[in-house]
């Protein structure tokens, strides 16, 4: 059975930082390609960023240059470093796993004024 376990959420400044983590359990990361996802409240689930098979990132416009996703192997967890963060990044965060279509639980991230 396939589990994402996400941590990292949680409550900041504006400005300032968070990492999540997004651990695989039954499968491996690199097999598959990696997104993390956020849905603020009373919006649509939107991608956030992304990682291919062989490493390539994508991110959305309004966290370029802020955001950075990256993973590692050895531990089976993807993570999304946010750095500046705005109030309009306060969301829900969610992992998903391209191959399968999993999705963690979700980590709530609260950034204030």
């Known amino acids: 059975q396939v589990q994402l376990v996400e941590s990292g959420g949680g409550l900041v400044q504006a400005g300032g930082s968070l990492r999540l983590s997004c651990t695989a359990i039954?499968?491996?990361?690199?097999?598959?390609?990696t997104g993390w996802y956020r849905q603020a409240s009373g919006k649509q689930r939107e991608l956030v960023a992304s990682i291919s098979i062989n490493g390539v990132t994508n991110y959305a416009e309004p966290v370029k240059g802020r955001f950075t996703i990256s993973r590692d192997i050895a531990k089976n967890t993807v993570y999304l470093q946010m750095n500046s963060l705005k109030p309009e990044d306060t969301a829900v965060y969610y992992c998903?796993?391209?191959?399968?279509?999993?999705w963690g639980k979700g980590t709530l991230v609260t950034v204030s004024s």
């Open positions: 998903n796993l391209r191959r399968g279509d999993y």
């Open positions: 039954g499968t491996t990361v690199s097999f598959t390609a």
